[in-house]
């Protein structure tokens, strides 16, 4: 006879969503079993998405400054950028996504009443799962369950998106050289940050968007003025395109799509479908509940909760906005519900996100054209870069800063920022937006000189 353990919280999926959520509850006194289909704890975002892609990011970036050394009053000893050692950027890669994963699992063990365990879980019923492993089978009964198996790429029904060496958003990431020229299908963030990435190591790239515009939900005004940017660095853009098919030519491919009434093709060495993600709800064993799911991800009201009462989920698995902060935002107010606290839960109108393009594109709060669409009467201060002080010193003076407030009270409600260093504003957008700071209030406090964090209190003095 199966003895059945007794818990009080499953958590299905140990990334952003899942492992922070595991962690609080634990300290609070609760048993906690936690269960990671992966290879470690981090889920997609340290193994396959956010952490990898910055990684190359960085070293793409550096070869890019070293180039640009005569510009800072330095003689380059051999001309040009460096050469690339791929090999020992993987190698880079995998030491650090290792040491972020045994760092977590470290702390999951610091704690007696939570247990990880990788393999998988499926739901056998309202209150029971079954985990399995490569050493068995246990079943599991449970008070609560969180759910946050995050999602997957998604592959487009094109003809030839499956031949092989056609690409996901993952292949790219484990890629073994860097390709003389490559296609990517999807004009998203990944799209964006891969598509820099790749030309400043040296690939000739194609960028193919089926929208109007490449980055669609971002600041319109921002998005144009980074699309100029990668054209200006010889990135081919493409909007408003039809795929119609992927086809082999020996060793390189070639992207057939219509552009205009046009038929083009786009030959590459690699082709990248990176064109969003879905939920990832794949044996998860709802169909024993009463938790209702569809191509969006599955269903949760306000606090979360599914439609069966206990059961929540987080992340990506619930569907947008899918990033690996707004998933532990989630969990954790999950967590502090289920311990019987007051619990805020996070809304999409306070989220911020970072775009690592070059430069950066970052955000909080509303665009302007989200803002005006919800009904609100909203202007917009603009603050150009090229006259920044920091930015000319740091020879990144390419950009702009929109902050979105409401005209009769001058309430901020969207902070996006284009520059080099964007990622590290939106600390204090976020702070602003969430709290609802007015602009003059924002103007009040001092901001170091030359930074760009002054850009906040000179683009909300020049509001009247």
């Known amino acids: 006879m199966t003895t059945q353990q007794q818990i009080d919280v499953l958590i299905i999926g140990g990334g952003p969503g899942g492992t922070p959520g595991?962690?609080?509850?634990?300290?609070?006194?609760?048993?906690?079993l936690l269960v990671e289909?992966?290879?470690?704890?981090?889920?997609?975002?340290?193994?396959?998405?956010?952490i990898p892609s910055k990684i190359f990011r960085e070293t793409a970036a550096r070869r890019r400054e070293i180039a640009r050394a005569p510009e800072f009053g330095l003689q380059m000893e051999s001309a040009g950028a460096p050469a690339i050692d791929w090999a020992g950027l993987q190698t880079r890669r995998h030491h650090i996504l290792t040491q972020r994963a045994q760092g977590a699992l470290a702390k999951t063990r610091a704690l007696p009443g939570l247990e990880v365990v990788f393999g998988r879980a499926h739901l056998t019923g309202p209150r029971t799962a079954v985990v399995e492993t490569g050493e068995g089978r246990r079943e599991v009964g449970f008070e609560r369950a969180i759910l946050?198996?995050?999602?997957?790429?998604?592959?487009?029904?094109?003809?030839?998106?499956?031949?092989?060496?056609?690409?996901?958003?993952?292949?790219?990431?484990?890629?073994?050289?860097?390709?003389?020229s490559m296609v990517l299908i999807g004009g998203g963030p990944v799209g964006v940050e891969m598509a820099q990435i790749f030309a400043m190591l040296g690939a000739r790239v194609t960028l193919l968007e089926a929208m109007p515009r490449i980055l669609g939900p971002v600041d319109g005004v921002l998005a144009q003025l980074l699309s100029e940017r990668l054209i200006a660095e010889g990135i081919t853009v493409q909007t408003g395109v039809r795929i119609e098919a992927i086809e082999a030519e020996g060793a390189q491919h070639s992207v057939r799509y219509v552009h205009e009434g046009e038929t083009k093709q786009a030959a590459a060495q690699v082709v990248a479908i990176v064109a969003g993600r879905h939920p990832n709800v794949a044996g998860l064993g709802l169909e024993s509940t009463a938790v209702q799911h569809d191509r969006h991800?599955?269903?949760?009201?306000?606090?979360?909760?599914?439609?069966?009462?206990?059961?929540?989920?987080?992340?990506?698995?619930?569907?947008q906005p899918m990033f690996a902060h707004w998933a532990t935002a989630q969990v954790l107010a999950v967590a502090r519900h289920i311990l019987g606290h007051d619990a805020p839960y996070p809304r999409p109108e306070h989220n911020s996100a970072v775009i690592f393009s070059y430069p950066e594109l970052a955000m909080a709060g509303l665009t302007e054209e989200a803002a005006r669409a919800a009904g609100l009467d909203v202007a917009v201060a603009e603050y150009d870069y090229r006259g920044d002080a920091r930015a000319q010193v740091s020879g990144e003076a390419f950009g702009r800063l929109r902050v979105v407030y409401r005209k009769d009270d001058k309430t901020i409600i969207g902070v996006h920022a284009l520059i080099e260093g964007a990622a590290d504003l939106m600390g204090e957008a976020a702070l602003a937006v969430r709290h609802g700071l007015r602009l003059e209030q924002l103007a009040a406090a001092i901001h170091p000189h030359p930074t760009l964090t002054e850009a906040f209190g000179l683009v909300a003095l020049g509001v009247r």
């Open 37 to 50: 289909a992966g290879r470690g704890l981090g889920g997609t975002c340290l193994f396959e998405g956010c």
């Open 148 to 180: 946050a198996t995050g999602s997957l790429p998604s592959r487009p029904p094109i003809p030839g998106a499956d031949l092989p060496g056609v690409l996901d958003s993952t292949g790219l990431i484990e890629i073994g050289f860097v390709p003389e």
């Open 297 to 319: 991800g599955i269903k949760v009201d306000a606090t979360l909760q599914t439609a069966e009462p206990g059961i929540y989920a987080t992340g990506d698995v619930v569907g």
């Open 22 to 32: 595991a962690l609080a509850l634990a300290q609070a006194g609760k048993r906690v």
